[in-house]
């Protein structure tokens, strides 16, 4: 009887520790997509926000900032450096991406697409100098962005 009731106690063990390892291996299962997640999250959280600072470093770039015996205009774009700076725009590596400035003519700053994702749009308005005319303009800044 003792020999049954050893037997019973083991298996009673065993069936305890297969339940405590199948929940073990859920939980971690669990941690880990929850986990994988959380990081995708965070990665595309920061995408975003690099993202959206390019609305604020395109307009100060020194290529096409407005500078005036060498003041320089923040959140103002030299038309005739952005015009050339289209054309030479190439040579610059800022992803998938097509930066635009909206005025009474469209200049495209920057494009390079992808041919897949999702694409997220930013704008803002920028002050435009026409070095011809001696006039300020209104414009607008537009970013796509493909996901």
């Known amino acids: 009887m003792s020999n049954k009731k050893g037997e019973l106690q083991i298996q009673?063990?065993?069936?305890?520790?297969?339940?405590?390892?199948?929940?073990?291996?859920?939980?971690?299962?669990?941690?880990?997509?929850?986990?994988?997640?959380?990081?995708?999250?965070?990665i595309e959280e920061y995408e975003e926000f690099r993202f959206k600072q390019l609305i604020d470093v395109?307009?100060?770039?020194?290529?096409?900032?407005?500078?005036?015996?060498?003041?320089?205009?923040?959140?103002?774009?030299?038309?005739?450096?952005?015009?050339?700076?289209s054309q030479i725009s190439d040579r610059y590596n800022f992803g998938f991406k097509k930066m635009v400035i909206h005025s009474s003519t469209e200049i495209v700053l920057y494009d390079n697409p992808s041919q897949r994702g999702e694409v997220r749009k930013v704008t803002t308005p920028v002050c435009l100098y026409d070095a011809r005319q001696g006039k300020f303009y209104l414009a607008q800044l537009e970013v796509d962005w493909w996901t």
């Open 12 to 42: 009673e063990t065993i069936l305890v520790l297969f339940v405590f390892f199948i929940i073990l291996m859920i939980g971690m299962v669990l941690f880990f997509q929850f986990s994988m997640k959380s990081a995708r999250d965070e």
């Open 58 to 85: 395109v307009p100060n770039l020194p290529e096409i900032r407005y500078s005036r015996f060498g003041i320089e205009d923040v959140w103002c774009i030299d038309l005739l450096k952005a015009r050339s700076f």
